[in-house]
């Protein structure tokens, strides 16, 4: 577990802190992974096994037709196993494409969890994703309005160097106060309410 019950607890404390004094919406989200990438082994081992037949042609040996297949066919089967390995397979998952996940369950999450039916449209989503080292933080319309993409995207910086060194809780903690200097600055508090809930979401 990347977070244990009281790191969990903490993080839902900062939360509530910060809400007390804006009428913004927060709420926090950590995935272990974007997607299962399951057809990236498969599609390795199957480009590595259509080179057999040009490696075999530099070595002293000659193989029938059946038999060369086979060996592409083993070549595929103990590839595709070899690189399930979770470390492995990621560091074969192009950045692009990890990115383009993240980033789609990053979207989706957002409307899961009902932050576009906020009162005032101020819903923030602070949205990790481990396996990929991807942090992005999405505004809805009402916060999006008074603070610049550019702040989110300082923010996020700084907190992406936690979770690559494996520090995701001081992460959160660091990212949450500075998100809330922002909303306690542009969105003050002009009422009581908690529209969503602050225990961090895990996927």
Known sequence: MLLNDEDQKRVARAI??????????LVTVLA???????????LWAALLSLLVPLALAFLPIWLSALETLLAQWTVLVVLGLLFRWPPLMMALVPRRVKQWRAANLARRTFLDQGLHHTKGGTGLLIFVSEAEHYVEILADRGIAEKVPDERWQSIVDTFTGH?????????????????????????PATERKNELPNHLVLL
């Open 16 to 25: 509530a802190a910060i809400e007390k004094d804006t009428d913004a919406e």
């Open 32 to 42: 272990r992974q974007s997607d299962d990438y399951r057809y990236i082994p498969l």
């Open 163 to 187: 979770v690559k060194q494996g520090e995701v809780l001081n992460g959160f903690l660091e990212c949450i106060a500075s998100c809330g200097d922002e909303l306690i600055l542009k969105i």
